[in-house]
Nanobody, 118 residues
Framework: QVQLVESGGGLVQPGGSLRLSCAVS????????MGWFRQAPGKQRELVAV??????NYADSVKGRFTMSRDSAKNTMYLQMNSLKPEDTAVYYC?????????????WGKGTLVTVSS
């Protein structure tokens, strides 16, 4: 079993910055992809950033403002969010897909709330 725990959310003013963290409880497995998603009130969950195949892709709405990174030694991935806008307000979730024998298994964190408001 793998657990993901997000942290770093909170209230920030427009134009501000936050860094989200996602700690992965286990190591020693093959991760096929990892990413950040978000879900705003009344909307569907959407992709923010994903690292797969050696490259990171971002949603158009966050390109140039958000940066995804990871620290393999700490089993932690990050989402640096700059120039935040009110429309970035959402619950942010981290996600990893792990190769478990012949199966690919998705794991999700419980989410961390980001509120951008003056």
């Amino acid at each position: 079993q793998v657990q993901l725990v997000e942290s770093g959310g909170g209230l920030v003013q427009p134009g501000g910055s936050l860094r989200l963290s996602c700690a992965v409880s286990r190591s020693g497995f093959v991760i096929t992809h990892m990413g950040w998603f978000r879900q705003a009130p009344g909307k569907q969950r959407e992709l923010v950033a994903v690292f797969k195949g050696g490259s990171t892709n971002y949603a158009d709405s966050v390109k140039g403002r958000f940066t995804m990174s990871r620290d393999s030694a700490k089993n932690t991935m990050y989402l640096q969010m700059n120039s935040l806008k009110p429309e970035d307000t959402a619950v942010y979730y981290c996600n990893v897909e792990i190769m478990d024998g012949p199966k690919l298994v998705d794991y999700w964190g419980k989410g961390t709330l980001v509120t951008v408001s003056s």
